[in-house]
């Protein structure tokens, strides 16, 4: 069909794409998946969408890579013409990537843009503060500054108010109360849907009514539509811990639509024991840290609580201690429904009495040496391999990636990789797939057309954002809400 020209046409002619069409290229070339798993457990969301472990710390890289180069292709289409660089603007500020070289450079900006915005305006919030929708300040002490407490505490009170839009947090070590207390008076407290890296003590405090609370207590009564909350324990998690005696007095938090909690190194404290008395209808994913027969326990209490309605659980092992940790022995009478569980602590013994007939996909960490605590994860591969009737389909190794079928089978016969494609083998010949941290399968080399490090979860194109396992984008015309 001959191209059109204007000579030959009644319109106007035009060698450019609607604007709305425009949108949606920049839209699918610059807008991030979101990061955090879904309400409903899927075995793609088990192995990709990892919180905890080598995974979450490889997620967690491969995700400010993915938000630099964001801004990088940002900086691009904004060169390219004017639309464009309205368009592409929003990008560099739905997720940034701060450090304490940009930090203040940030809220300057956002100070600035406050200054020229007067409520006569059509939309609510000053620019760029409405667009910012994911803040992660976990990445603070990557830049060459020292960022020092006082600084940090006085940027985080200029930022907050100005970003009514928030909707993912991720929190440093060390905050102050009094930067708590400003996240809790923030605009965006009440539509925060993750928040990550909050701080609990194991102490009680009093406020002015002589009521026991404390500083991450108060926060979370603040945020009724988390979906995700993950916790962390002192640096010390081991200290001696109180015994909680405050009768009837502990606060109850609504989380009614929480879904998936994290608690690391949490082994009693506040914010804990209000959970165990806080209903949690909609709890699904549980990553806990094991301290399974400590004094002051109680992420036991709390698993025999709230354990019925977990789907999905995760065992994560107790740092700083010479102690192994070890995964408690009732597991499968707190935990009934579980379906998708992971062990980075001892459960050999555990798996051995007979797990419940409903579960199906099985997370096990980075073989170690006799003694530690993933040193019996080849006694469960070995107990696996003999049964046929413990209903397990999948088996998730973290920490592992198969050698790329390219490099010859001598290469792919050696080290761990190669250690494991004999446990693989062993796995398949009853029903079971083992799966490396990416969610790919083994390469075979014995079928012809078959494995080229291509698993039921990945397409094999290496994208950065694959299709499967990080959610349902959301449509162009509904990622700036709220009049953004």
């Known amino acids: 069909m001959p191209a059109l020209s204007p000579s030959k046409s009644n319109a106007p002619f035009s060698d450019r794409f609607p604007f709305d069409i425009e949108k949606r290229i920049l839209f699918h070339a610059l807008a991030l998946p979101p990061f955090y798993p879904s309400k409903e457990v899927t075995d793609a969301e088990f192995t990709t969408l990892a919180l905890a472990a080598q995974t979450g710390r490889a997620r967690k890289a491969g995700r400010i890579k993915a938000r630099l180069e964001t801004q990088r292709a940002a900086l691009s289409c904004m060169t390219v013409c004017k639309a464009w660089k309205g368009e592409a603007t929003k990008y560099l500020y739905i997720e940034p990537y701060l450090t304490s070289d940009n930090l203040y450079a940030f809220s300057r900006t956002l100070r600035r843009g406050d200054k ?17 929708r994911t803040l992660d300040l976990t990445c603070l002490h990557q830049g060459e500054a020292t960022l020092h407490s006082t600084i940090l505490a006085k940027s985080c009170a200029t930022v907050f108010p100005l970003i009514p839009n928030l909707q993912h947090l991720s929190l440093p070590a060390g905050l102050s109360a009094s930067t708590l207390h400003d996240i809790s008076e923030a605009a965006f407290a009440s539509k925060l849907v993750s928040l990550l890296g909050l701080e609990v003590d194991y102490e009680w405090q009093q406020d002015p009514e002589g009521r026991p609370t404390s500083s991450a207590s108060e926060l979370l009564l603040s945020m009724p539509n988390l979906e995700l909350l993950g916790l962390c324990g002192p640096g010390n998690i081991l200290a001696e811990a109180q015994p909680l005696d405050v009768g009837n007095l502990i606060p109850h938090l609504s989380l009614r639509r929480l879904h998936t909690l994290l608690l690391q190194g949490v082994l009693t404290g506040p914010v804990l024991a209000s959970l165990i008395e806080t209903d949690l209808p909609s709890l699904t994913r549980l990553h806990i840290t094991s301290f399974w027969q400590y004094p002051s326990d109680l992420t036991e209490t709390f698993q025999q609580t709230h354990g019925s309605s977990v789907k999905c659980l995760s065992y994560m092992p ?6 192994p940790s070890t995964s408690p022995e009732p597991t499968f009478v707190w935990h009934p429904n579980v ?16 797990p419940q007939t409903g579960l199906s996909h099985l997370r096990l960490s980075k073989p170690g040496p006799a003694g530690n605590e993933t ?13 046929k009737s413990h209903g397990i389909s999948l088996i998730t190794m973290d920490g592992l990636r198969w050698v790329k079928l390219n490099l010859g089978e001598k290469a792919m016969s050696t080290g761990y990789s190669g250690q494991m494609r004999v446990w693989a083998e062993k796995l398949r010949a009853v029903g079971i797939t083992m799966l490396d941290m990416d969610g790919r399968s083994y390469p075979s080399t014995f079928i012809a057309g078959v494995g080229h490090g291509l698993g039921p979860f990945r397409d094999g194109s290496r994208r950065r954002r694959p299709s499967e396992g990080q959610g349902t984008r959301v449509r162009p015309e509904k990622l700036y809400e709220d009049g953004a």
């Open 116 to 132: 020229r915005w007067s409520d006569i305006n059509i939309h609510p919030a000053s620019t760029p503060g409405r667009w910012v």
């Open 339 to 354: 379906t998708h569980i992971g062990f980075a602590t001892a459960c050999c013994e555990i798996l051995t009495q007979g």
């Open 318 to 323: 107790i740092r700083q201690t010479e102690r």
């Open 375 to 387: 040193g019996d994860t080849e006694a469960v591969l070995a107990c696996l391999s003999k049964a």
